[in-house]
């Protein structure tokens, strides 16, 4: 059997989104209203969410205030609905480094069409339209290693989900109908089909 060559190329892309779930973050402003924030930098270790945001956005400075969100992940095709909030930001004045692309904006859910919807164990809001939201505290919040991002450990306290993405009778959500958002290098994209299964997953002996 002959193999074919590995021939990689060295390159320098500008940023790194390599196919990661976007978020809308939602978080309490200082006058009490929402802030709501797309992000595609989140992870989850067990019930902790790591997120990473910028260093002078709205989120981060509410964070450091009020340590209370929700992590909402909606669905592929509610791309149009986070790219609405793609150029918004709720800080005032807009930071130097984000004029030339963006512009405040205080009504975030209003701007993107999106329903609040009250939060049982926080103060922020949930995005109604997200099949998945996680009520959420902010554990732990650094800069990272560059300088120019803020780390944030969450912790879950509370799992919300549309009933058409679980498993009836279950507490699993069943990756079969749950299609996130995903954010590939500053594209948006959906899941393809299923490849298989881990042995890890309890689904397998949930069905």
């Known amino acids: 059997m002959t193999t074919r060559p590995f021939t990689h190329v060295t390159i320098a892309p500008k940023i790194l989104y390599f196919g990661t779930p976007v978020v809308l973050l939602s978080t309490e402003n200082e006058d009490g209203s929402a802030n709501l924030a797309p992000m595609s930098s989140a992870w989850a270790l067990g019930d902790v969410v790591v997120l990473g945001l910028g260093r002078d ?6 964070l450091a205030r009020r340590p209370e969100m929700v992590i909402n992940l909606p669905a ?3 791309w149009q609905a986070v790219e609405r909030l793609a150029p918004l930001t709720g800080r005032h004045p807009v930071p130097a480094d984000k004029r030339d692309q963006f512009r405040h904006e205080p009504a975030k859910f209003a701007a993107a069409g999106l329903t609040p919807q009250a939060s049982a164990r926080v103060r ?4 109604a339209e997200c099949p998945l939201q996680l009520e959420a505290r902010a554990a732990d919040i650094r800069t ?3 300088g120019d991002f803020l780390l944030v450990e969450a912790h879950v306290l509370a799992v919300h989900a549309d009933p058409r993405i679980v498993v009836p009778g279950t507490d699993h959500v069943d990756p079969a109908a749950w299609n ?3 954010y590939n290098f500053r594209h948006y994209f959906g899941l393809g089909e299923e490849r298989g299964q881990s ?7 949930a069905l």
């Open 180 to 182: 996130p958002l995903i």
């Open 57 to 62: 956005g709205q989120s981060g400075h509410n």
């Open 76 to 78: 592929a095709s509610q």
């Open 199 to 205: 042995f890890r997953s309890s689904l397998i002996k």
């Open 144 to 146: 990272d290693a560059s």
């Open 124 to 127: 922020p809001p949930r995005v």
